[in-house]
């Protein structure tokens, strides 16, 4: 019998994206890359018994705020951009509204900014749960 080392790297060799509502929207690849940035930037490892969903790292940070930083970090600032890319985020632009309070004077800035903050902290969930799932199997 073999030995499968649980590892960052393999954790992401197998992480799926095709069934989410992330892969209309950016390829496996960049979905990939995009998980594998936010493991790397807080330097969470595969640790056994870990339950990323609820449990905190060495530093005490919890996992959960660790990925609401990192997408809040993701958000786009400048208007052009937002903008580019608000046609390919059409179903984030409509859950947001119906998930945040927005506010009318932020204008549809604020609002293409809400659909990032949501779609990427989605992710970083999506990848925790993963995560979590990973380590007990």
């Known amino acids: 019998m073999t030995y499968f080392e649980k590892s960052t790297e393999n954790f992401l060799k197998q992480l799926e994206f095709c069934d989410t509502d992330f892969y209309d929207v950016l390829t496996n690849s960049q979905l990939l890359e995009y998980a594998n940035d936010f493991l790397s930037s807080y330097e969470i490892e595969i640790t056994e018994g870990c339950d ?4 905190q790292n060495k530093d005490w940070n919890h996992y959960c705020d660790l990925a609401s930083e990192w997408a809040d970090s993701q958000v786009d600032i400048y208007n052009s951009v937002l903008w580019e890319k608000a046609p ?9 509204l119906n998930e945040f309070w927005f506010d009318q004077s932020r204008w549809m800035v604020g609002l293409l900014q809400l659909w990032q903050y949501l779609f990427y902290s989605r992710l970083t969930g999506y990848v925790l749960n993963n995560l979590a799932d990973y380590v007990k199997a």
């Open 52 to 55: 990323y969903r609820n449990d």
């Open 88 to 96: 390919k985020f059409q179903w984030w632009i409509d859950d947001a």
